[in-house]
């Protein structure tokens, strides 16, 4: 009776013990502080009230936030949803969208859902990503910028080629590790009235358990999200929601300084991997993407997790020899590479 | 650049003034106070983790509510997000679904978002729902036991009778206010693979801010609501909204006195709109469907209006002349039968 889908897979979310836990790119340091007072302030009575469909005061404190206005910006429950929400407004049947062979595997699963046709275009060798692999028409394209698992960035000369050589099609930049490193999109958006650039408060804002995610665009591609959303679910975000996402974005002093944090301890721990004779890909992401030539990835995934480390191991051409390990605090990724030097050891590799 | 759409509207949710706000078929009463310090509870640090995107502790909650098995049991973000995804699984273009003329206003939005051709059920001249109305044959069938906006209801020979005349399609019974005194029909699950029955926490658990629905059929209708709901978006349901919702379900003893309370209100309501001359339907849910002799409904709506008193008037054939009005307090109801009865000594009616 119901219809066949090819659904997307999350990292694991182990319950039987305790891991330390690099698999999911969770952000290691809590949400502000400002953003979790916010939320038990407004636990109450009020709950037993609709929230405001238009997310109105949410939507206000994001465009302050990216000086934009605020029929710029669209928020849903979590950057999956805007992403879903994005390939139904936008890309259609029989006029292939373009995306990389490697990168978030839940673009292929929505272009399934929503029956689109996709090309995908081959990373180099290096994982970077060429302009010359683009076909020159496309109904669509999306990038994450940074890419994932990778870690590597485009340029906005790149990105601003494919919203010149798309002009009546929707160019979407996911930008959801944005904050680690990258430069945002955000400030072409007056420009090129084609780009959606989508954020989420998951990681650099370290609200992975409260779904919050946004797209900024100009006002008729914002206005095209919100009729749909509207014709699927008219309050996808709940008071809770609204009410942390808000604080989290005015609390710059502790997103400044735990994505610094972040990008330090990544820094450390891919001089460390580099010194164990690791290939690691420059990432401005919160996580790396490495592979050891003396042992294989899913021998190395699995010694991990015995060890009590959960990285992302994908079974798929081309990077079936490669990990995605989640940044976490210094002490956690110091035991991730002990770990390694143990199984290695053990292996009389060092 | 984006596809049409026809998005539903919801009730207004004003904020200019305090208004007696009796028109989105909100619960008065505030939720339990143990789901509100369940939600205060994991308001910390562990919300920079992904929610189990299963939901299995929430699920195993219900089943056991319900006395179902956990796998016969689907979460989603309110029953909107779990309609949709119902709508995108189990019906399909070409292949009419069968719904009332009169109904919640969202279904033909569904259907239109997804290309669904659907017939209009015609309700009779009292609203009330007969089975010859339907056709033979159909793609799917989906009503609300008790309807809205009427309140009325059917009887589970009705259903039976659609689920019988319908082997291979899904019958889906919205059942968003079954427990202001219908009778669910959850126990018909056994019998019938294709039963899909939909239920919210916004009403009877005063949820609405917190957003949870759910469903409730064999394992092979779970199974596919899930693969879709994987495809579109793996955590729908906040780390807060899993919490409140396990703890709203648990507390039988609020739920009970609050339900009461609101069907004994409902009673006394009708009865002093009777005496005021109104048609008042038997409503088995938390609002009554009314209309004057005296009074064209939009007058009234805006004389209720400038009175501080919100109810919900529908700009459609067949029931312009009804006013749909939640069941408050009883201090906001007769706050709304006394506006009436000033609004109509006005005119000179009393």
Chains 1, 2 share one sequence.
Not at 1 to 15: F, I, L, S
């Amino acid at each position: 009776m119901a219809k066949k889908a090819d659904p997307y897979t999350p990292g694991e979310q182990p319950r039987e013990r305790k891991y330390i836990k690099l698999n999911t790119n969770e952000n290691p340091y809590g949400p502000s502080p400002r953003a979790i007072a916010a939320i038990k302030e407004v636990a109450d009575d009020s709950l037993r009230l609709y929230p405001d469909p238009t997310c109105e005061a949410l939507t206000q404190t994001l465009a302050e936030y990216h000086g934009r206005k605020p029929e710029e910006v669209f928020v849903g429950n979590g950057s999956d949803e805007v992403l879903a929400l994005a390939f139904m407004t936008f890309f259609n049947p029989g006029d292939p969208v373009a995306f990389p062979d490697i990168t978030y595997s839940f673009y292929p699963v929505y272009a399934n859902l929503f029956n689109i046709d996709y090309h995908l275009v081959p990373l180099e060798e290096d994982f970077s990503l060429s302009l010359d692999r683009f076909p020159e028409k496309n109904g669509g394209v999306i990038i994450p910028n940074p890419n994932a698992p990778t870690g590597k960035t485009v340029t906005l000369d790149f990105i601003e080629t494919l919203l010149k050589r798309n002009p009546d099609k929707a160019v979407i930049i996911d930008e959801a590790y944005i904050d680690f490193g990258g430069t945002t999109a955000v400030n072409l958006v007056d420009t090129y009235p084609n780009l959606l650039v989508i954020y989420t408060l998951s990681k650099s804002r370290s609200l992975a358990g409260l779904r919050v995610g946004y797209a900024i665009g100009q006002a008729p591609l914002i206005e095209g999200l919100n009729r749909v959303k509207n014709s699927f679910n008219s309050y996808t975000l709940d008071r809770l929601a609204i009410a942390g996402a808000i604080e989290a974005i005015r609390d710059e002093a502790y997103f400044q300084e735990t994505r610094e944090k972040i990008i330090t301890t990544r820094e450390k721990t891919a001089a460390a991997l580099r010194a164990l004779q690791f290939t690691v890909h420059d990432s401005v992401a919160n996580f790396i993407f490495i592979s050891s030539p003396d042992m294989p990835a899913k021998q190395l995934f699995e010694g991990l997790r015995a060890e009590g480390v959960l990285v992302r191991y994908f079974n798929k051409p081309r990077i079936d020899n490669y990990l995605r390990v989640s940044i976490g605090t210094d002490d956690e990724m110091e035991a991730f590479v002990s770990a390694i030097r143990r199984i290695f050891t053990k292996e009389g590799l060092l």
